[in-house]
């Protein structure tokens, strides 16, 4: 029975120092990663410290180098710029850059359409990512969180029969990339579920599950507004 009993405290033993172990690792890996983008990120946009003159890097005035300074000076021009376009002056500059832009073969078609895809996503009246549907994909039967974009333009509209939206299915775990589909609007699914909410959700492949609302009838997505 001492033999016995001793196996039994040493398994115990193995199992409690493997659940500290995978609960420090739960605790630590999130934080590893944030930082690591953090210091990715703060990296990148260090790196517009070398469109400075040399003697107007930080590392010359004073002496040594200053992690972030580059990160800040970045916000703060994008600040300054979204401050001067609000006026009208800056409006009329922005409006002469962006035609002699569309003027410039190549840069013009490219910066176009580089400028449309912005202001859809980033634009505070825009109609992207702002409602999260349920899909029939990729087989019957078979179901995915997409999200709404809007509604198909075009000639498209001329091949398509009956009322149709465009939807933007993200991949797992990386939601920037994905398909884009125009599906009848009697097969999309408005969710009781926010943006942030469903990419998080996609993004951890499930595993991180929006909490239960109470169950309501399916029913199409409404036509965007």
Known sequence: MTGFDGETETMTKKITLKTYFLTGLLVLVPLAITLWVLGLIIGTMDETLTLL??????????????????????LAFIFVVGLFAHNFIGQKLVQWWEALLAHIPVVGPLYTSVKQVSDTLLSSSGNAFRRAVLI??????????????????????????????????????????????????????????????ALKYIVSMGVVAPASSVRRPAHPVEPPL
């Not at 179901?143 to 009322?163: R, S």
């Open 53 to 74: 003159p040399q003697a107007w890097r930080p590392q010359a005035l004073l002496g040594f180098n200053l992690p972030g300074i580059g990160a800040l000076l970045t």
């Open 136 to 197: 029939e994909y990729p087989r019957r039967d078979s179901y995915t969180i997409a999200f709404l974009t809007g509604a198909p333009g075009g000639d498209v509209v001329t091949h398509l029969q009956g009322d149709y939206v465009s939807v933007y299915i993200p991949t797992t775990p990386n939601p920037t990339s994905g398909f884009f589909l125009m599906l009848p609007r009697v097969d999309v699914i408005e969710l009781d579920m926010t943006v942030d909410v």
